[in-house]
């Protein structure tokens, strides 16, 4: 990730999921981008022979590439929609029995703090049916 030393931090968004489902499963579970459809936004995913996954979304085609830990619970990756490149940070941490996932999405450089807010409105509904899949799988 670029960053202009000249500039301002830009602004920062947090979305947890606290879940009954273990660390491990959790990283397994996102590290495969094909589950990310339960979450309701992401359609049609296919994983590239480059280590891309390709899928539509409701602002067009996009593409995704994790860059996994799963030793420290890392699971970052880049998603590309158009011309806005997202450098999205996830942790994924033992919580008791279960664990607690975060996201922490910085605003892209070409996208106003509005732009930025309205982006991530629907990103609830995406943990909510993310974290009823992994619960679904607890109770498999």
């Not at 996102?30 to 996954?53: C, H, P, Q, R, Y």
């Not at 799963?70 to 158009?82: A, N, P, R, S, Y």
């Not at 991530?120 to 974290?131: A, C, P, T, V």
């Amino acid at each position: 990730m670029q960053t202009n030393k000249n500039s301002k931090p830009r602004k920062v968004i947090i979305k947890v999921m606290t879940t009954e489902s273990a660390t491990d499963n959790v990283f397994d579970f996102f590290e495969n981008v094909k589950n990310m459809e339960t979450g309701g936004a992401l359609k049609s995913i296919i994983k590239g022979d480059d280590g891309w996954w390709l899928c539509e979304t409701p602002a067009g085609k996009a593409k995704i590439k994790t860059h996994p830990s799963k030793e420290l619970g890392i699971l970052d990756h880049t998603f590309i929609t158009g011309d806005v490149v997202w450098n999205v940070f996830v942790r994924i941490i033992p919580n008791e029995k279960g664990s607690t996932t975060t996201w922490t999405f910085i605003r892209p450089n070409n996208m106003s703090d509005e732009e930025f807010e309205q982006q991530l409105e629907m990103f609830d509904l995406e943990i909510s049916g993310w974290k009823n899949a992994l619960e679904q799988l607890n109770n498999a």
